[in-house]
């Protein structure tokens, strides 16, 4: 995985917002927490009893019951279809259905019920009362495969075992407290390897998408890109950033390039810099910013690895910053920060 970031530039006019629209969901209560709850206290290795974790291998019936309708339905790399719950900041979440089934959840809501964990926790806690190994094992169709976790692994995105339900947790570092949990299944995790992996016998091997599934998959992942930005910064009581569609273009070009040019920088040797790129595309602003990562997962893993890189931390909880405009081209993302000036 890489990342990459650029600071601030020239300051120049302001122009006009585009605002994102607002849906409503009636959510049913029983997945979200009660923040009255307490944590857990002693470790366990058994599946969740309660919370997001119930969601792994039930139907689509079962999730809709739980959830009532997403606001909409993303592609992913991975085979299975991202439910995405973005009504309410505070209950996001992401759920992964591939036949019919859940396989995975992302949940980042401060409110969501991701037991037995808490969002915000303190890691502190969570190393108290977790049993976290450096090796997991799989067993599936005959096949062995290890995962083995690293230092910086086990510090900011440890994995657990509960039962037959795998647990990714990401930490923030700088905060030392649970930014976000993923719960998936043996296969799911798999596929996605976000750890070195060793195996005996046969890998699962990812189908290629067409092109046109690629864009469906990248315009999915820009808009997670966005929303969960939105919810750090919230999270740190900094104003939600708009979607900007000029300078969405202009990431989009830019994760493309080098993607094309197999060049990973913030400047282009074909297209120049940041400030040259949003020029050519006649994007009024302030100032600018840019993130650029390569080779994640998702769009949930890159925005948890800017968050705890420190100068990408910065550009992505800029309190200056107005607009957002994301591009992901395959595995490379770019994320466009700006400030437009007051009308």
């Known amino acids: 995985m890489t990342i990459g970031f650029y600071g601030s530039i020239n300051e120049k006019d302001g122009?006009?917002?585009?605002?994102?629209?607002?849906?409503?969901l009636e959510m049913n209560e029983s997945l979200?927490?009660?923040?009255e709850k307490s944590i857990q206290e002693k470790p366990s290795a058994e599946r969740p009893t309660s919370g997001m974790g119930l969601l792994i291998g039930q139907d689509l019936a079962y999730l809709k019951d739980k959830l009532g309708e997403?606001?909409?339905i993303d592609e992913s790399l991975y085979g299975y279809q991202w439910y995405i719950y973005n009504t309410d900041y505070a209950r996001y979440v992401q759920v992964g259905v591939e036949n019919n089934k859940v396989v995975t959840v992302f949940a980042i809501g401060e409110n969501v019920d991701v037991s037995p964990f808490k969002i915000g926790q303190p890691i502190e806690e969570i190393f108290n009362t977790q049993f976290i190994d450096t090796n997991i094992d799989i067993e599936y169709k005959g096949n062995s495969y290890r995962f083995e976790l690293n230092d910086t692994d086990l510090n900011i995105r440890p994995l657990i075992k509960l039962g037959d339900v795998f647990v990714q947790l990401n930490i923030d570092k700088f905060t030392g407290s649970l930014s976000s949990v993923r719960f998936l299944n043996d296969v799911t995790l798999i596929k996605q390897r976000p750890y070195e992996l060793g195996y005996t016998g046969e890998l699962i091997e990812l189908e290629e998408p067409t092109?046109?599934?690629?864009?469906?998959i990248e315009a999915g992942t820009e808009?997670?890109?966005?929303d969960i930005t939105n919810i750090m910064r919230l999270r740190h009581n900094v104003k939600k950033l708009i979607w900007d569609e000029e300078t969405s273009e202009v990431a989009f070009g830019h994760s493309k390039d080098m993607s094309d040019s197999n060049d990973f920088s913030h400047t282009s040797k074909k297209f120049g810099?940041?400030?040259?790129?949003?020029e050519a595309?006649?994007?009024?602003?302030?100032?600018?910013?840019?993130?650029?990562?390569?080779?994640?997962t998702d769009g949930p893993a890159v925005a948890e690895g800017w968050l705890n890189s420190k100068g990408h931390r910065e550009s992505l909880l800029n309190e200056d910053f107005t607009h957002l405009g994301v591009g992901v081209f395959q595995k490379?993302?770019?994320?466009?920060?700006?400030q437009k000036s007051e009308e």
């Open 15 to 24: 122009n006009e917002v585009l605002i994102t629209d607002e849906h409503t």
């Open 32 to 35: 979200y927490q009660n923040q």
């Open 70 to 72: 997403p606001q909409r």
């Open 211 to 216: 092109e046109d599934k690629w864009r469906l």
């Open 223 to 226: 808009k997670q890109i966005l």
């Open 273 to 278: 810099s940041l400030s040259d790129r949003l």
């Open 281 to 296: 595309a006649n994007v009024a602003y302030k100032s600018a910013g840019e993130n650029i990562a390569a080779n994640y």
């Open 332 to 338: 490379y993302y770019t994320q466009n920060f700006i």
